[in-house]
């Protein structure tokens, strides 16, 4: 065989790889011929809103001139900084909408080339900086990217984003191989600063583009580095590598601190805004004990556990889908166990499963995230602490990862065809069961339905209207969805809104119910409202439409 056709077997498993995952966690988009947006009326449409308004102020469109005051809650400032702002991400969106295509079809388009970036750089972590061979790689890869514990957030698409965690801990991974006793070349000085400078761009771009994503991030070195820090072994390799790389530390650590200060001061200000969670509302969210196998009532092997005990009294259930399968952890646990002596598996193991133990609540209450909640900084405005589960990925791909590698190279040493053949099928079983025990039925919306609604709130808007306040009258779905509605109409008219929806709102903004009845006494007490939130901003009230949008 050539070398064309030897790299043509070797493409196989990463292609056959990202196809099946794509399929698994878009399946609903796909299926529909892009009919249906993944995800749900609110979270979805709001981070396409943020997106489109990124691009808006990128071409310079009238209405979004500041980048950090998108017209929603109008005129309220830096609201972006109320939740990510995806601009780590943004130019994965930008083209689709500079070539003409709409913004809905766009964020389609959006996710499913973030989903590829994840998977490209998984299938290089796993190759490059563990060593795999092809079908390894690509199953790891695979499991990272569409695992059900992912592919169950993609109601919330700012963590969609993985890719730069995967080069974050490649560049890890190149960093702590070297031999610390083993005197540095140049070349080999070279190439650490190369991948320092790699590892502090990879931790802006993750900050850029999802806020809890970097945090997780963030959390797991300083954790990776106090394991360094407590283990002989790995101790030698900490100072070896500071040693011998203090200048470009210096450097990159100066240059990061330049480019995440622009964010840093709005996310600042934000905070002294609206203030930070209390432990009570981040209580509420924490993982439970069985959140650890638990995997939602749409996961397509155990949907019928999740109305069960222990699972059924598990609170935000929806956001405690944790759980990867069992079959799909014996897998990971053996291949793992089977590389325990090398060094960064340990620590990309451990690192992840220590997080887990912090934002976990035992029986009875207790919970170590307490200490965490009040010691590490941005801890507090972090809500959703369950999502920490998507760290776990990393050690579960990983260790799926070396499992089949480990099959793979024995295959291949097998010198009997009949023990080859048992071995490939030993291989193609796991694939499917670990597969098969990620599939879930995933939620999405229909987008002409979306436009619908956008344009049902649009055409109220008068050409009179300086801003405007939509209600609706009747309506019985979550406030939520109104809101995100007339921040899409305020994009389509060019008129801003004081509706909004974000992590949080501004303070004075009371307009989360704009649910109005006739007869029950709300619309006085909205009106009065909009009256007190003009006067608070020196608006005229006047040319402030208040729009009764029939449902």
Known sequence: MDVSSRRAVALLPAVAGWVTGMLFAFHPMILSRFAAIQGDWADARFNNYILEHGYRWLVHAPGHERFWSPPMFFPAPNTAAYSDVLLGVAPFYWPWRAMGIAPDTSFQLWMLAVATANYLAALALFARGFRCRPLGAATGATVFCFASIRVEQLIHPQLVSQFYLAIAVLALVRLFESDPNARPTHD???RGDAWIVVLALACVGQLY???????????????????????REWRRNLWALLRTHWRALCATVALSALLIAPLAIHYAQASSQVGMRSFFTVQAMLPRVQSWAYMGPGSWLYGALAERPPFHV?????????????ATMLVALAGLWGARRRRVVQVVTLVPVAMALLATEWPGGFTAWHAVYAIVPGAAAMRAVSRIGIALALPLSLGVALAVDRMATAMAASRWTRDRVARGLAIALVLVVVALEQGQRLPSYDKHDARARTTRVAREVGPACTAFLS?????????????VDAMWASM?????TINGYSGNEPPGWTFYDIRIHPG????????????DWATRWRLDPATICFLRVEP
């Open 471 to 483: 209600t609706i009258i009747g309506g019985k779905e979550d406030p939520w969805r109104y809101h």
């Open 520 to 531: 029950d006494g709300t619309l006085a007490p909205t009106m009065a409202a909009v009256h």
């Open 492 to 496: 389509e008219r060019g008129v801003p």
């Open 188 to 190: 080999v000085r070279a």
């Open 314 to 326: 598990i609170p935000m259930e929806d956001e405690q889908r944790l759980g990867a399968g069992i």
């Open 209 to 231: 583009a999802s806020y809890y994503n970097a945090w997780f991030l963030f959390l797991a070195m300083v954790l990776a580095a106090l394991w360094c820090v407590l283990v």
